[in-house]
């Protein structure tokens, strides 16, 4: 698997959410609507969600092992890291 795009939308209203992300796999499959998020440890992602019926928030897409889970969250960071970094010059 390869990430072969990223695209990150700034969030620009004060919050823990920084930045809505959507990844391109293998220029075949998106995934819209990651979020990036400000914690109390630093940046991490969440992946898409929906809210069930009982009230709890349930991924629509995720990875199925941490080392992928990690190997997207790296991405995705460093390609905000780098968004941050053009618009603060």
């Known amino acids: 698997m390869e990430i072969t795009d990223v695209r ?6 004060e919050g823990k959410m920084k930045a809505v992300v959507s990844i391109t796999i293998d220029d075949e499959f998106v995934i819209h609507d990651i979020k990036v998020i400000e914690g109390e440890k630093g940046l ?3 992946m898409p969600s929906r809210k069930s019926t009982d009230g709890e928030y349930r991924d629509i897409a995720h990875p199925i092992n941490s080392e992928t889970r990690n190997k997207v969250q790296d ?9 941050e970094d053009t618009t603060t010059e």
């Open 8 to 13: 990150v939308r700034k969030i620009d209203k």
């Open 44 to 46: 991490f992602i969440a």
């Open 75 to 83: 991405i995705i960071l460093k390609k905000y890291i780098e968004t």
